[in-house]
């Protein structure tokens, strides 16, 4: 119901866009956003953004990274820019009510992979 892509590796400074299709009846009525957990770390949010298209993003990419849907494809997107090594992680989709979001309940698409090089 969640795909995600468009990780991979990058010097610091650099960008990467993230996609994750969803299927239409979980893009139309819920919140989507993006975590991502490092190793040793806990998962973290990074960024929602509502059926409405409000958007939060975490203190730690504000400035640097913008989530975007598009309501025609029932995907939406991470745009990453000036990315540091301390961005390196698996970033996940995630969808569901404002509480499931915050909670971890919501549906989740399958990790992907950004590297961040020093």
């Known amino acids: 119901q969640l795909q995600a892509s468009g990780g991979g590796l990058v010097q610091a400074g650099g960008s990467l866009r993230l996609s994750c299709a969803a299927s239409?009846?979980?893009?139309?009525?819920?919140?989507m956003g993006w975590y991502r957990q490092a190793p040793g770390k806990e998962r973290e949010l990074v960024a929602t953004?509502?059926?409405?298209?409000?958007?939060n993003y975490a203190d730690s990419v504000k400035g640097r990274f913008t989530i975007s849907r598009d309501n025609v494809k029932n995907t939406i997107y991470l745009q990453m820019n000036s990315l540091r090594p301390e961005d390196t992680a698996v970033y996940y989709c995630?969808?569901?009510?404002?509480?499931?979001?915050?909670?971890?309940?919501?549906?989740w698409g399958q990790g992907t992979q950004v590297t961040v090089s020093s």
């Open positions: 995630t969808a569901g009510s404002p509480l499931r979001i915050a909670t971890m309940r919501g549906s």
């Open positions: 239409g009846s979980i893009f139309s009525i819920n919140v």
């Open positions: 953004i509502t059926s409405g298209g409000i958007t």
